[in-house]
């Protein structure tokens, strides 16, 4: 079992910045699956936001990417990072972190571990 927690949610004005930590614990094997992060707005889907694979690579929804990076603290590989820069409103969501050993990519369907998530709101 693997045990996620978000933190770093709240509220921000359009253009401004948050970043989110995800804290994993539990099965040590953890450190070698892919770590992703979703999000969920009122009404629509879940999505995949950014993810860093098993392998090292990295990957971002299209309209993200130069504005949000995701990384991992590598010291202690417990800690799964998104800094969000030049937030817009319509990325007002839930973004929740996940993982698992057969994640890979932006397929949620492989991620098992999941976290509770974090209210990201952005509006003036």
């Known amino acids: 079992q693997v045990q996620l927690v978000e933190s770093g949610g709240g509220s921000v004005q359009p253009g401004g910045s948050l970043r989110l930590s995800c804290a994993a614990s539990?099965?040590?094997?953890?450190?070698?699956?892919?770590m992703g992060w979703f999000r969920q707005a009122p009404g629509k889907e879940r999505e995949g936001v950014a993810v860093?694979?098993?392998?090292?690579?990295?990957?971002y929804e299209d309209s993200l990417k130069g504005r949000f990076t995701i990384s991992k603290d590598n010291a202690t590989k417990n800690i799964l990072y998104l800094q969000m820069n030049s937030l817009k409103p319509e990325e007002t969501a839930m973004y929740y972190c996940?993982?698992?050993?057969?994640?890979?990519?932006?397929?949620?369907?492989?991620?098992?571990?999941w976290g509770q998530g974090t209210q990201v709101t952005v509006s003036s």
């Open positions: 996940a993982t698992g050993p057969r994640a890979y990519g932006f397929s949620m369907d492989d991620y098992n571990y």
């Open positions: 860093i694979n098993v392998d090292g690579s990295t990957g």
């Open positions: 539990g099965d040590s094997y953890r450190t070698h699956y892919s």
